[in-house]
């Protein structure tokens, strides 16, 4: 293969891996550094809640929609979390319109699970009637520019914007809803952040940028709550790891998170 | 369907003598039975019973890839699809792809195609149909493990089989190769892909709460159950494909004389 001619993306590629010999990135970022990130919350005031999380260039917004429906049959005092996830064609010349295809899917469910298993939001306290009425909380992850790494920028967006959220104060009144004047937030009790490594050569990197992504053997994504308990994981793309790899993957993600934690979502959940 | 979360909390998983609901320790599998070749059209098929999960793969190709568009140039188009019958749960699953079956499809193709030697068939396609026909947790993991069985079965260079497994918590207790009942009230699971030969893992998905040792554990309790469903791989293969030492030689000799 090293007979053929180079393109610019081989090149790119050649170039990361002769960089990560020496523990160095395309960027200038260490192996373990995320790129800088940038926060904004509450931006779309139709929401209950948003953000706009930049992850270098890749950037994600994530809307925060509050309804009423029927709780699911097997959990009916609790309320719905539903995410989706849209890679809008604006934001990469490989993404097509139409309804969403397994990226997409992919990105959303990761999420979900996070935030899911982390039980991030409380929700028992979003009952109205049970077995009849309840609180869905949508989350809706909109990709505006993708650089890589869409699952921790969308992961991150996803907890300030429901961290930022507010719903009416209501009350329960003969099975039926009153609302209340005064705002309150999401019932949240935990946090969770999404960390992303990818595994080039024998190396493992934190928060891939697109380049990166395509020189990628295999990539990992690791979801910690506040009480750096591991509640989600999800291999992506075709390549291996090592038993190694993986735990000391877990390790990076715990330290990242803390991290990231304390950085973005210290000051936000009153 | 009737849960509530106080039952669920009274409900023991593993009862006072470590014994779980359907009567294994925490590092036992359940029974699995395989078969090869089940099927008569497609190239090559193989089914698999783990548990209650009864599962079916069949195998298409190489062949033309159809659109043709998406055929590659130097490699061939590796697809897979997961799908659950409607009657495969105890309440009836809409027929068509939900998103955890698309995702699912996805994450299996991500880990049987590092086995594949994809660029010995340019231009050509390989389709994998996985069909859940009844479902009793560990779907996933039971799919991969007979949709490699599948593939050697049509005769697609591999490098490897790939072998799955999960482990999981239960009752604050880290246990191998979850049921239905355990993986919904349970803590967490943790399903797991390997190449046996290299040990190479290439599917890790994980949901629930664990805490780094018990991730540790689990990770390599279900390394180790991919082990054992390897074994059973091979001797599933070898049950098919071994023939009688004497009709072998006689074939051999065959063979010889007519070159």
Redesign the interface.
């Known amino acids: 293969m090293s007979d053929s001619y180079d393109t610019p993306v081989s090149i790119g590629m050649k170039r990361i891996g002769e960089l990560l010999i020496q523990d160095k990135r395309l960027d200038g970022r260490g192996l373990l550094d995320y790129r800088e990130i940038k926060t904004e919350t509450g931006i779309v005031g139709k929401a209950n809640g948003s953000a706009l999380v930049s992850l270098g260039k890749t950037k994600v917004m994530v809307g925060i929609k509050v309804e009423t429906g029927t709780p699911f049959p097997d959990s009916p005092e609790e309320g719905v979390l539903t995410v989706n996830a849209e890679l809008v064609p604006l934001a990469s010349p490989s993404f097509e319109t139409g309804p969403p295809g397994e990226k997409a899917i992919e990105l959303a469910r990761v999420v979900d699970r996070g935030i899911r298993e982390s039980k991030s939001i409380d929700t028992k306290k979003l009952c109205i009637v049970p077995g009849k009425k309840v609180f869905i909380v949508f989350v809706d992850i909109y990709v505006l520019d993708h650089d890589g790494n869409l699952f921790d920028a969308s992961a991150l967006a996803s907890m300030l914007a429901l961290s930022t959220a507010k719903i009416r104060e209501f009350e329960t009144k003969d099975d039926a809803v009153v609302y209340k004047e005064n705002l309150v937030s999401l019932p949240l009790q935990n946090h969770v952040i999404e960390v992303t490594m990818a595994k080039i050569g024998d190396k493992l990197v934190v928060d891939p940028s697109l380049e990166e992504e395509s020189a990628v053997d295999a990539q990992i994504t690791i979801a910690v709550d506040d009480n750096n308990m591991i509640c989600a994981t999800q291999k992506s793309q075709t390549g291996v790891f090592t038993t190694t790899d993986i735990l000391q993957a877990v390790k990076i993600a715990q330290a990242k998170a803390t991290e990231l934690r304390e950085k973005f979502l210290g000051g936000t959940h009153e | 369907?009737n849960?509530?979360?106080n039952q669920t909390k009274n409900e023991k998983l593993i009862s006072e003598d470590g014994k779980r609901a359907d009567g294994r320790g925490p590092n036992d599998l359940r029974p699995v039975k395989i078969e090869i070749g089940t099927l008569e059209k497609a190239d090559g098929s193989a089914y698999i019973e783990w548990g209650k999960n009864k599962i079916l793969a069949a195998v298409y190709g190489p062949r033309e890839v159809h659109p043709r568009h998406l055929a590659l140039p130097d490699r061939t188009l590796f697809r897979c699809r997961y799908h659950m019958a409607p009657f495969s749960t105890s309440e009836r699953k809409n027929p068509a792809p939900s998103?955890?079956e698309?995702?699912l499809?996805?994450?299996i193709?991500?880990s049987i195609?590092?086995v594949i030697f994809t660029e010995l068939f340019p231009r050509t396609g390989i389709d994998v149909f996985i069909e859940v026909l009844e479902s009793d947790g560990g779907t996933r993991c039971a799919g991969i493990t007979v949709a490699s069985l599948a593939l050697a079965d049509a005769g697609i260079p591999m490098k490897d089989l790939v072998a799955a497994c999960a482990a999981g918590k239960i009752d604050d207790q880290v246990v191998l190769d979850l049921s239905d009942i355990e993986d919904q009230k349970g803590q967490a699971d943790?399903p797991v892909a390997i190449?046996p030969r290299?040990?190479?893992?290439?599917?890790?998905?994980?949901?629930?709460?664990?805490?780094?040792e018990e991730?540790?554990k689990a990770?390599?309790l279900a390394?180790e159950g991919c082990k054992r469903l390897h074994a059973m791989q091979q001797e599933a293969l070898k049950k098919k494909f071994a023939v009688d030492e004497e009709e072998a030689k006689g074939e051999t000799e065959d063979e010889v004389s007519s070159e």
């Open positions: 369907m849960r509530n979360l998103r955890r698309i995702e499809s996805k994450v193709r991500d195609e590092p943790l190449s290299t040990e190479r893992i290439s599917l890790l998905q994980m949901d629930g709460l664990m805490s780094y991730y540790e990770l390599n390394v």
